[in-house]
């Protein structure tokens, strides 16, 4: 079964601290990740997807097989990074599936 | 930029009522899917649309749902009888090229069943 796990409901860091979103994942197949991110009031989009290997915003993921992780990571929050932050992923069949989500509160 | 639009904001009905949720996706765009968000949990998926046909459902989608892409461009979702427990927000989104491409997501339909 494809399930996406995102073991952290609120994760609060300083602003100027680094960032790790967890991510994992169960697929037996090869999947593409995403990270979809939702800021107040706006609308849920793509932050970055693994295939790219980009780093968007200062956000980047790697894909850990091995550990069948895809943890999103920031080297120095920003109080604008604020936001809710959904690990995704795609089977090939016709959908993507989410994580819960983690509220990612950037302290001043 | 292109955006997919979702009307209405905020749709309250009463239980056994049926509803019917808007969507305009992308033009170019050739997938379009349904998600629901219940209110604290997370984003669930409930149906694919493409080639004018559902190509994946998920176990949430019984009969009491439906979609339909009446003239080309909207892609609507009916629920036929809605029950309290369909309150949520509704999330439209449509992809060009299928799943693994990026999923442009409208800014959700407010479902509230009293």
């Known amino acids: 079964a494809q399930r996406v796990t995102q073991p952290e409901k609120l994760l609060s860091v300083f602003k100027g601290a680094p960032v790790e979103l967890k991510c994992n994942y169960s697929?037996?197949?090869?999947?593409?990740l995403f990270w979809y991110v939702q800021y107040s009031r706006q609308r849920l989009q793509l932050l970055l997807r693994?295939?790219s290997r980009e780093s968007i915003k200062g956000f980047t993921a790697d894909l850990n097989k091995g550990e069948t992780s895809f943890h999103l990571k920031k080297p120095f929050a920003q109080e604008e990074d604020s936001a809710m932050y959904y690990c995704?992923?795609?089977?090939?069949?016709?959908?993507?599936?989410f994580g819960k989500g983690t509220r990612l509160h950037i302290l001043p | 930029e292109p955006e997919v639009t979702q009307t209405p904001s905020h749709q309250v009905t009463q239980m056994g009522q049926e509803v019917i949720l808007r969507c305009v996706p992308i033009?170019?765009?050739?997938?379009f899917y349904w998600y629901r968000q219940i209110l604290g949990q997370k984003v669930e998926f409930l149906v694919s649309?493409?080639?004018?046909?559902?190509?994946?459902k998920s176990e949430i989608f019984d009969d009491q749902f439906s979609v339909e892409r009446p003239d080309g461009s909207n892609f609507t979702l009916k629920i036929r009888s809605t029950k309290l427990e369909d309150s949520a927000m509704y999330f439209c989104?449509?992809?060009?090229?299928?799943?693994?491409?990026?999923?442009?997501f409208g800014q959700g339909t407010r479902l509230t069943v009293v």
């Open positions: 693994h295939i």
């Open positions: 649309f493409y080639n004018n046909e559902i190509s994946e």
């Open positions: 989104a449509s992809s060009q090229g299928g799943p693994n491409t990026e999923a442009f």
């Open positions: 033009s170019n765009h050739l997938y």
């Open positions: 995704a992923l795609s089977g090939g069949d016709d959908k993507i599936i």
């Open positions: 697929y037996s197949g090869s999947p593409e």
